[in-house]
């Protein structure tokens, strides 16, 4: 570790206990960019990366709710507007109980970058509560946002700051967010992304994460000559990311052995079919039920119970070539990574933030395999939210067929970014430090022009 990372991180950790995951977003980028910061001095100087761990503003709020028992609720609302130098704050909202200020500023640090690479004007930020839409009713669901939103509308809006969804937050919660800053604000204005096809929403958005890590995967592949035909993939999660990454992976020629939710996940050696993912949509898009009921439809799949406290996940031992981790942070630890290299993987594109610990990154770089980080691979959702957004501008709409052009152009473009800059800093096949490096110098860049702002 260079010095320069070693005491940069002591005042990250001093300055921002507790908030482990913020300390590992940082700690993963800054040891990449120990060599663009030796290159060039006036971000040294200006301090340029010292400034972008410091998120521009935070807000934490209080959000009240009653329930359906006519009981009052209280969680805590957040959104951190991280970096605003290239365009705009964008960036998700997630609902989960496990969400804290740590977690958030991991994603909005993470963000920041991944926006800089999809080359569209977005900024980075995150938002999001410990609220857990699991288990609650349609209606609770929506007093619940419509508190949220009754603080979070002042912060916001289609120049300044443009949430979207993630963990928990997906067309159901968009809508009725979007429902109360339109009731709070009278406007009708492009505030938020993922929103439904008849109210400014963008054909492609709710596939465009998963679409854009296979996309990813297919680019990776092709530099060595290959294609994901007849590839097998293990997939973890199932939600919006995992839905639509087994969906492109079927129509690009790919076998999916696994899916999975937090309780447990199942193995189908058969193959997760166009038929059987429709069944999966359906269960936890419409029914909202859990990925045990599979096997119970599907007599070719076995499920197996995940132990959050084990010291590997199950999900990643099996043989497969190429793995999709797209549930959350984390889920991939240096025992996983042992496995999954193991078994004979050697395409990894991340759909989720973060899904790799240092331990597990260390061995895919050590290993030299096609490593695709997620703040890259995973660029695919926000880049279709900057396209929504430039429809909302136009008032206009793209066809599927030109929004799914530019998102795999879009993919492409980041692909050939990250090979170009890992290349140019020494160290050729290296996604970690191209992602990285590629990502900054832009926001860098216009850092510097702007001025100590
Ligand atoms: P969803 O809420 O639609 O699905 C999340 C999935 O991950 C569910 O299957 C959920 O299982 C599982 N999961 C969530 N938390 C945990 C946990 N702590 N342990 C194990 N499993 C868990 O979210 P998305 O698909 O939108 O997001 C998945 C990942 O992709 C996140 O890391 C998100 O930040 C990232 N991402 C999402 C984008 C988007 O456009 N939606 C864009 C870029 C990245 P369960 O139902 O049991 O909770």
């Known amino acids: 570790m260079s010095e320069f990372v070693k005491n940069l991180m002591a005042q990250v950790k001093a300055k921002n206990p507790s908030e482990p995951e913020f300390h590992q977003a940082v700690f993963e980028v800054a040891s990449s960019l120990a060599l663009v910061l030796e290159k060039h001095p006036a971000y040294r100087k200006e301090k340029i990366l010292e400034r972008i761990i410091e998120p521009e503003r935070t807000f934490m709020f209080r959000v009240p709710w009653v329930d359906d028992q006519g009981e009052v609720q209280i969680n805590r609302g957040f959104r951190i507007e991280m970096n605003s130098a290239i365009g ?12 804290n200020l740590g977690i958030l500023k991991f994603l909005a640090f993470e963000q920041v970058f991944k926006n800089s690479l999809t080359t569209l004007p977005m900024g980075g930020g995150k938002g999001g509560s410990d609220f857990d839409p699991k288990g609650k009713s349609d209606g609770e669901v929506m007093r619940f ?5 009754s603080e979070l509308f002042r912060h916001i809006g289609p120049n300044t700051d443009v949430p979207a969804g993630d963990i928990g937050v997906g067309g159901r919660e968009i809508g009725f ?10 406007e009708f204005t492009g505030v938020l992304t993922g929103k439904g096809l008849n109210w400014g929403g963008s054909l492609i958005r709710p596939e465009a994460t998963g679409y854009g890590a296979v996309y990813f995967a297919a680019e990776m592949l092709s530099t060595r000559k290959q ?52 069944f999966v949509m359906d269960l936890k898009n419409v029914r909202r039920g859990r990925m045990k009921e599979y096997t119970d439809k599907f007599k070719s799949a076995v499920y197996t119970p995940i132990d959050p406290n084990a010291d590997h996940n199950p999900l990643w031992n099996h043989k497969a070539d190429s793995a999709f981790p797209s549930a959350t942070q984390n889920e991939v630890n ?32 050590e290993a030299k395999i096609l490593y695709g980080p997620g703040k890259a691979a995973n660029a695919g959702g926000v880049a279709t939210s900057g396209l929504e957004m430039a429809q909302n ?55 510097l022009d702007q001025g100590i702002v």
């Open 145 to 149: 946002c419509q508190s949220f939103m």
């Open 88 to 99: 705009p704050y964008k960036g998700g909202l997630r609902f989960h109980p496990s969400v």
């Open 227 to 278: 294609t994901l035909e007849g590839k097998k993939c293990l997939v973890s999660g199932s939600g919006n990311v995992a839905q639509y990454t087994v969906e492109k992976i079927l129509q690009l020629g790919g076998k999916v052995l696994t899916l999975s939710d937090s309780n447990g996940y199942i193995y189908d050696e058969a193959g997760i079919t166009t038929e059987k993912l429709q």
């Open 393 to 447: 501008s136009m008032r206009y709409s793209w066809t599927r067929e030109e929004v799914d052009n530019r998102l795999h152009m879009i993919m492409k473009s980041i692909h050939k970014t990250c090979v170009d800059t890992a290349e140019k800093y020494g160290t050729p096949g290296n996604y970690v430090n191209g992602a990285n490096i590629g990502g900054f110098v832009k926001v860098a860049d216009s850092m």
């Open 334 to 365: 240096g025992k996983d990574a042992a496995n999954l290299l193991r078994n004979g993987v050697y395409v990894i594109s991340e759909g989720a933030n973060m899904p790799s610990s240092i331990e597990a990154i260390d061995q895919f770089v």
């Open 177 to 186: 967010l979007f429902g109360q800053y339109k009731k709070l604000r009278n």
